[in-house]
């Protein structure tokens, strides 16, 4: 397994639409645990492929509590088939956006199509943090960033930041 480089913001990647997995094999499911890797390295919650610069829609989500097992789940070309009227607000962050956080309001629970690891279809009922999560990653696979559902001046302000933080990195 292999710790992949993080696409960090204001890197253009981070808002190309990511193309759909044709095919679930051995070099996707090498792509798959080196994302998990890369997320439990960092450490996060979830990760889109996209954000170690794959443009592929994949994701890998562990909402575990400290303490709690591992819990690794799979999300390859992901679709939100239902999401409820009812809304919820949590902090969010992104290995993308280092150190920044902000509060987002989005549908408490959704229902996700989409295909695991060994390409069965699978459809995952969230709510809580699995739901902001799930809606979180599968924005990145559209090139849309948490700071997108923030105030305008806030979102420019953060990605200024993040712009002469890499300028000064050259
Ligand atoms: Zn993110």
Redesign the pocket.
């Known amino acids: 397994m292999t710790i992949k480089p993080l696409i960090i913001l204001p890197d253009p990647l981070l808002r190309q639409v990511s193309q759909p997995v044709e095919r679930v094999d051995s070099e996707l499911n090498q792509l798959v645990d080196d994302m998990l890797e890369t997320m439990y390295e960092a450490p996060g919650i ?1 990760l ?1 492929a996209i ?1 170690v610069g794959v443009p592929r829609r994949l994701l890998v989500i562990d909402v575990a509590k400290e303490g709690e097992d591992r819990q690794p789940l799979v999300f390859i070309n992901p679709e939100i088939i239902t999401s409820s009227d009812e809304r919820s607000v949590y902090e969010e962050g ?4 280092p150190d920044y956080y902000a509060e987002v309001e989005r549908p408490a629970s959704i229902s996700v199509k989409s295909i695991d690891r060994h390409g069965k279809e699978q459809v995952t009922d969230a709510d809580g943090i699995l739901a902001t999560c799930l809606q ?2 599968i924005d ?1 696979l559209n090139g849309v ?2 700071i997108d559902h923030i105030s305008r001046l806030k979102r420019e302000m953060v990605i200024k930041r993040f712009t002469k933080a890499a300028r000064q990195k050259i």
Request: with cysteine; net charge negative.
């Open positions: 979830g889109a954000q992104c290995l993308s956006i979180h990653e990145h960033l948490f």
